[in-house]
Nanobody
Framework: QLQLVESGGGLVQPGGSLRLSCAAS????????MGWFRQAPGKAREFVGA????????VYADSVKGRFTISRDNAKNLGYLQMNSLNPEDAAVYYC???????????????????WGQGTQVTVSS
């Protein structure tokens, strides 16, 4: 069973930065697509971005493009979401998820991911 654990969330001021991490158990995680989603109170879960299994390709939602960067270190079974220029609209619980390689080609589709982390809270407030 593959398990994902997010960390790095917290309180940040508008304009600030945070880096979230997603630790995956199991070697197989390095061969899977990793996606990031977020959910704010009262809102549907929203796609943030994804990275392919090798780390060579990424895709982002328009709302975060140019501010967020996804990366991964397969040797360490870690994924990262670097978030810059945060604003209050970015406040949410952030989740990482993994799915098969093919998931990358429709990466905004949440049902394509097989495993999810428990989420980490990001609060953006002055």
């Amino acid at each position: 069973q593959l398990q994902l654990v997010e960390s790095g969330g917290g309180l940040v001021q508008p304009g600030g930065s945070l880096r979230l991490s997603c630790a995956a158990s199991g070697r197989i995680a390095s061969s899977l697509t990793m996606g990031w989603f977020r959910q704010a109170p009262g809102k549907a879960r929203e796609f943030v971005g994804a990275i392919n299994w090798s780390g060579t390709n990424t895709v982002y939602a328009d709302s975060v493009k140019g501010r967020f960067t996804i990366s991964r270190d397969n040797a360490k079974n870690l994924g990262y979401l670097q978030m810059n220029s945060l604003n209050p609209e970015d406040a949410a619980v952030y989740y990482c998820a993994v799915g098969p390689r093919s998931t990358y080609y429709d990466s905004s589709y949440a049902a394509g991911y097989d495993y999810w982390g428990q989420g980490t809270q990001v609060t953006v407030s002055s």
